[in-house]
């Protein structure tokens, strides 16, 4: 496997997005059970959206926590629930791996929204770092990894706005899948002794 990938290369690819099922649970009930949903699982993939700032010196609160397993992602919209018990013991528990790139400021985050420990957190940038890729993004590792393309058209969108339009719940659970996916294809690398020339 190559070392790194130029933006023209990663432009040929096919795009790709989630295809599995995209939950937003908001009350209670619906929040226990997507937990309930995830822990069955001991890898998730993970990622987290803020609203961005056009204005020096302005600061938003994270709006959005993603969560993936399975065939399923869950968009947590923190805005509007705040960061719930039993998700911050999700994010506490040390047993289940969470995993996502560049997460140092996600999860910074996420604590000053609701002091927790945060446990069993992995950076799949560390991981290709130790086997010699040098492109860390998470595009430019969807390519090298999984030969997609996925889009970054909703980065800058406003997190906050009352629901979420198709393409936003698209994009985030996107996110948090390809982390996972990546993460998987990461560690067989690391297994069969693999690393990037």
Known sequence: MNKSITKEEIAELPIRAFEGKINVPLTEEEIYAAVDYLRRY?????????RPNFRKGQHNNVALLQLSAGNEAFLFRLNKIKLPEVVKQLLADTSITKVGAAIHDDLKALVKLSPFVPGGFVDVQTIAKQLGIENLGLR???????????????????????????????????????SLEIYTRLNAMLQQGITAE
């Open 42 to 50: 001991p890898v998730l993939g993970f990622d987290t959206e803020t």
């Open 140 to 178: 430019p590792l969807a390519a090298m990894l999984m030969g997609i393309k996925i889009s970054k058209a909703q980065q800058t969108s406003n997190w906050e706005i009352p629901y979420l339009t198709a393409a936003q719940r698209l994009y985030a659970a996107t996110d948090a899948w390809v």
